[in-house]
C-alpha cells in the first residue's frame, strides 16, 4: 500500500495491492521479463523507487531465479558506476533517471543486454512497463532453488571503504526471514510501516500488510514526521523497521506536539548505536506502555546477529555505557554464534590462529550462522580478509569477520565497541570509538561526536569532532571555547577519554545514505588535518 495523495478534505487516498493481486501482478511480470530476455542465474540491477511496482519486480526476479542486484542509488555517482562495473549485469530495470546514467556512462554498463524501463521511456528504446504485462498472467511454477544459489548482490554502506556487494543465497534470505520473525513476534495479523524499503521484502514473505510511507529513501533523516503519523492512523501500523536518525526526527515531533502512536507495539532500529534520549522519547508516552523498542546488532553481510530491548537499555546497560564500557547489542540470536578474538588486522585463514579473549575483555567479532553470508562478488581478496574457515576446505564452516570491536560479558551480552578501522592508537593507549564518544555525547548540547586520530598507529593525535544540537553551534570564539572546556573536562574525568585533549566543532558530520547514522570518519580526517587552526585544545 502506498499514499497517493489526498483530497480538498485532506482525507489521504492509498494505492494497494491484495496478496492475490502481488501474486498475480508477480507472474504478470515474470512473464514479461523473460519475454524480453530475463533468465535464470542472469544479474539484474534493479532502481526502481520503492512502490507498487518494485516489490513484484523483485518476487518476480525472484521467481525466475535471476540475481539481483541492489545498490543504493544515494551513495554517490563514483560509488554507483563502480558498482555497476564490478558487477557487470546483464540486466537492467530501471526508472528514466537511471537508464540516462546508463546512456552517459556506457562502458560501465556495457555488460547489459536487457534494458526495461519502468516509466517513462525517451530515445533509449527497449520495453517498458506496459511491455512487460503484454504476455499472459498465468501462474508459473518458480525456478527451482537450492540453499546455495546466489539469490541477490546487497552491496554494503561503504562506511570503512568502498561498497562490496554481498552475495545473499536464498537459503540465507530464508533463515533471515524466519529469524526476523520469530525475534520480533511477527504474525500476519501485523501492519508493518517499513522506513527501509527492502524490510518490506522480508513482512511480505511473512503474510504481513504493507504499507510505504512517503519519503526519500537516500534521506531517512529528513521524513515529513506527518507522513509517519498519518499512516499509523489510517491503517493501525503495529511494527516499523527505520533508522535511528528518522525516529529521532519523529520523536522530536511527536514530543513538541504531544503526539503519540498507540498502534506501534515494535519499533526497530538499526545502523548505529541508539543514544539513552531516544529510547526515552520512544519510551516516555510515544509508544504505549506494552509497546517497546528493539536495536539488532549485524551488517549487511551478517542480519541479525543479536537483538536487545530499549526497555532493558535503560534498565539495565545505559549507565555502563555513559561510563565508557561500550553499548549493549543483547544476545545472540538462535543460530548465530559470536567469537571474541585477539584484534588482527591481516588475513587469518584458519580460526586455529586465532587467540580467544576472556569474558569481558574486547577484541574483534567474529560471526558464525546461517544468515552469514560467505562470499563478496568477484573480490577473492577481500572474501579472505573477511572470512576464518575451521579447516583447509574453503566451503566448510566458517566465522565472518564482521569489523567491529566488542566483547561478551558474563550475562552472555555481546557489546559493541566500535569499528575495528576507527580505533584510535596513541602513545597511552588504544581509544575505542563507542565508548570514548559516549562521554561527550551526554552533553545536552551535543547531538553526535566522532573520534577520530590523526596521523599514524601507534602515535596517533586522538581528537573528537563534534556536531551540537540544532539551536546550540557556538557561533562566536568564546561561546566554542566555553563548550570545548566543558566537553574536555567530561573527557579528561573519565579514564577511558582521558587521552582526548582537543576538539574541533562541525555544523554536520557526514554519514551514510542507508541510514543518515553511520559516520564517515574516513572523510573526517582529511578535513580535520585542514582545520587543525580551529581547534581547541585542553
Not at 514530543?255 to 516516555?284: C, Q, W
Not at 575483555?361 to 573480490?379: A, D, F, K, M, T
Not at 572470512?387 to 567491529?404: A, C, Q, W
Request: glycine letters at 8%; hydrophobic letters at 40%.
Amino acid at each position: 500500500m502506498v499514499r497517493t495523495g489526498a483530497d480538498a478534505a485532506g482525507r489521504t487516498s492509498y494505492a494497494h495491492l491484495t496478496f492475490a493481486q502481488l501474486g498475480a501482478q508477480r507472474d504478470t511480470f515474470v512473464h514479461g521479463l523473460q519475454a524480453a530476455g530475463i533468465e535464470r542465474g542472469m544479474r539484474v540491477v534493479l532502481m526502481v523507487r520503492p512502490g507498487l511496482d518494485f516489490l513484484p519486480l523483485c518476487f518476480a526476479l525472484f521467481k525466475i531465479g535471476a540475481v539481483v542486484v541492489l545498490i543504493d542509488p544515494g551513495m554517490g555517482r563514483k560509488n554507483l558506476i563502480r558498482c555497476i562495473k564490478h558487477t557487470q549485469p546483464e540486466g537492467f530495470i530501471g526508472i528514466p533517471q537511471a537508464q540516462l546514467a546508463r546512456l552517459i556512462f556506457r562502458k560501465a554498463f556495457r555488460s547489459v543486454k536487457v534494458s526495461i524501463t519502468i516509466g517513462k521511456r525517451y530515445c533509449w528504446g527497449g520495453p517498458d512497463l506496459k511491455d512487460l504485462t503484454a504476455h499472459g498472467a498465468e501462474a508459473i511454477e518458480p525456478c527451482p532453488a537450492a540453499e546455495d544459489d546466489p539469490a541477490a548482490v546487497i552491496f554494503t554502506t561503504g562506511s570503512t571503504g568502498p561498497p562490496k556487494g554481498v552475495v545473499y543465497t536464498h537459503g540465507m534470505f530464508r533463515c533471515q526471514t524466519a529469524t526476523l520473525r520469530d525475534a520480533f513476534e511477527l504474525t500476519p495479523d501485523d501492519v508493518d510501516m517499513p522506513g527501509f524499503a527492502l524490510f518490506a521484502l522480508f513482512s511480505i514473505s511473512m503474510g504481513l500488510t504493507v504499507v510505504l510511507p512517503e519519503m526519500d529513501p537516500t534521506r531517512p533523516a529528513a521524513i515529513n514526521p506527518e507522513r509517519v503519523l498519518e499512516v499509523v492512523r489510517d491503517h493501525g501500523a503495529t511494527f516499523s523497521f527505520g533508522s535511528p536518525a528518522l525516529w529521532n526526527t519523529v520523536s522530536r515531533y511527536c514530543e513538541e506536539k504531544g503526539f503519540s502512536l498507540p498502534s506501534l507495539r515494535t519499533v526497530v532500529m538499526a545502523g548505529a548505536p541508539i543514544p539513552p534520549s531516544l529510547h526515552n522519547r520512544m519510551l516516555g508516552g510515544i509508544l504505549m506502555a506494552d509497546a517497546d523498542v528493539h536495536t539488532p546488532y549485524g551488517a549487511t553481510e551478517c542480519l541479525p546477529v543479536s537483538n536487545f530491548q530499549g526497555s532493558k537499555v535503560l534498565g539495565e546497560t545505559a549507565q555502563l555505557t555513559a561510563a565508557g564500557k561500550g553499548y549493549c547489542v543483547g544476545p545472540t540470536v538462535p543460530g548465530v554464534s559470536v567469537r571474541i578474538v585477539k584484534i588482527r588486522d591481516h588475513a587469518v585463514p584458519r580460526i586455529a590462529e586465532l587467540e580467544d579473549m576472556p569474558t569481558g575483555e574486547v577484541g574483534e567479532i567474529l560471526v558464525q550462522g546461517p544468515n552469514v553470508s560467505r562470499s563478496y562478488y568477484r573480490l577473492p581478496e577481500q572474501t579472505a580478509a573477511h572470512k576464518v574457515y575451521e579447516s583447509d576446505d574453503t566451503d566448510g564452516p566458517f566465522y565472518h569477520r564482521i569489523g567491529d570491536l566488542g566483547y561478551v560479558d558474563d550475562q552472555q551480552r555481546l557489546w559493541f565497541c566500535g569499528r575495528k578501522a576507527h580505533r584510535v592508537e596513541t602513545s597511552d593507549g588504544v581509544l575505542l570509538t563507542v565508548c570514548c564518544e559516549a562521554i561527550i555525547n551526554q552533553h545536552p548540547y551535543i547531538y553526535r561526536s566522532a573520534l577520530i586520530g590523526l596521523g599514524d598507529r601507534p602515535n596517533q593525535r586522538p581528537l573528537f569532532v563534534v556536531e551540537p544540537e540544532a539551536g546550540h553551534y557556538p557561533e562566536s570564539a568564546a561561546a566554542r571555547e566555553k563548550l570545548a572546556g566543558e566537553l574536555l573536562a567530561a573527557a579528561a574525568a573519565n579514564p577511558v577519554s582521558r587521552p582526548v585533549r582537543t576538539i574541533l566543532f562541525r555544523r554536520a558530520l557526514p554519514v551514510d545514505i542507508r541510514h543518515n547514522a553511520k559516520i564517515f570518519r574516513e572523510q573526517l580526517r582529511p578535513w580535520a588535518e585542514q582545520n587543525l587552526s580551529e581547534a581547541i585544545d585542553a
